[in-house]
């Protein structure tokens, strides 16, 4: 690790078992203070668990973690906030009795309960429906109501399990725009744990963890690099001139059906196709590797989606 970097969470070599299952296998990372950190896997792969010991609730078997480079309870509980899988709080009470009675635990006092309540009003947006039942609110509400609990202590550092599951597009949207916010405007460090690829696209690092151990990590493009493909689908006018001129340029393609494909081409080497062929180009699609095509690799050991259809379609 660089010594220039501003660590905010350090972890290493966390194990922890549940008899004789490793949920958490020798796991080593450090999040950079204000940055978005992703932490990806499939169900059971040992995010949640990471997750638990981090935040306090679950004592590891080994290893350790710091926050701001201390590993004590009540320092680490009073710098985090998180939001869990499941929503904690209660149906009967309004979104601003929720809250100012979870600030209780935080604050001093009634005023400054009121007075955070009212910054975090106006930041997530809650005053359309802030005198609702909680139990009336949509998913989306719900969730933003669940962030608003776990920064109410104004913590530097926000761990998000899985915050998103079960919420329609839209919803995801403004919680996501909520979080960028946060990031971005008030230098709180985000800490994701998911298993939505495309939330993890803007990342500024990602973690890939399966079977309790991590299989991969770097940055979105820098995995995409290494385990996705870009791929270069051209239909021709004229089949027989595009497979001539391919074949001079020493350009390796597949040919599917009516179409030309080229895995992983230079940008250089794209344009110049298009610009020699373009009286003959009569459709063509760049389709860039994805970070679920990076998971399925990683996680499953798999072919990425592209190749696969490649070899379905060849067969058909």
Not at 42 to 48: D, L, T, V, Y
Not at 85 to 96: M, R
Not at 142 to 160: D, G
Not at 220 to 246: C, G, H, M, R, V
Request: aromatic fraction near 10%; charge should be neutral; proline fraction near 3%.
């Amino acid at each position: 690790m660089a010594s220039d970097i501003d660590v905010i969470l350090q972890v290493n070599s966390l194990i922890k078992k549940f008899g004789n299952l490793v949920a958490v296998n020798d796991v080593s990372f450090y999040v950079e203070r204000g940055s978005f950190f992703a932490f990806l896997g499939p169900n059971g792969a040992g995010k949640s668990t990471t997750i638990n010991i981090i935040t306090t609730l679950l004592k590891q078997d080994s290893g350790d973690y710091y926050i701001n480079g201390k590993n004590d309870d009540f320092y680490i509980r009073n710098k985090i906030g998180v939001v869990f899988q499941e929503n904690i709080l209660d149906n009967f009470l309004t979104v601003k009795e929720n809250l100012c009675y979870r600030g209780a635990l935080y604050l001093k006092n009634d005023k400054l309960v009121k007075e955070r309540y009212d910054e975090i009003r106006v930041t997530l947006n809650l005053e359309e429906f802030e005198n609702t039942k909680y139990k009336n609110l949509s998913g989306g509400q719900k969730r933003r109501v669940e962030i608003a609990r776990a920064l109410f202590a104004n913590p530097e550092i926000l761990l998000l399990d899985e915050p998103t599951t079960g919420l329609d597009p839209e919803s995801r949207k403004v919680v996501w725009a909520i979080l960028k916010d946060l990031q971005k405007n008030n230098n709180i460090t985000i800490f994701l744990t998911t298993h939505y690829m495309e939330e993890a696209n803007d990342a500024d690092f990602v973690v890939i963890i399966n079977k309790g151990k991590i299989v991969a990590k770097g940055t979105p493009s820098e995995l995409k690099q290494q385990y996705a493909k870009d791929i270069f689908k051209i239909i021709p006018k004229n089949k027989t001139n595009l497979k001539n001129y391919l074949k001079e340029l020493a350009l390796p393609f597949e040919r599917v059906a009516d179409q030309f494909i080229i895995e992983n081409p230079e940008t250089e080497q794209a344009i110049k196709v298009l610009n020699d062929n373009k009286d003959n180009v009569k459709q063509f699609e760049l389709i860039h590797g994805s970070m679920d095509d990076v998971f399925i690799k990683v996680v499953n050991g798999k072919q990425d989606t592209k190749t696969e259809n490649l070899e379905n379609n060849k067969s058909q």
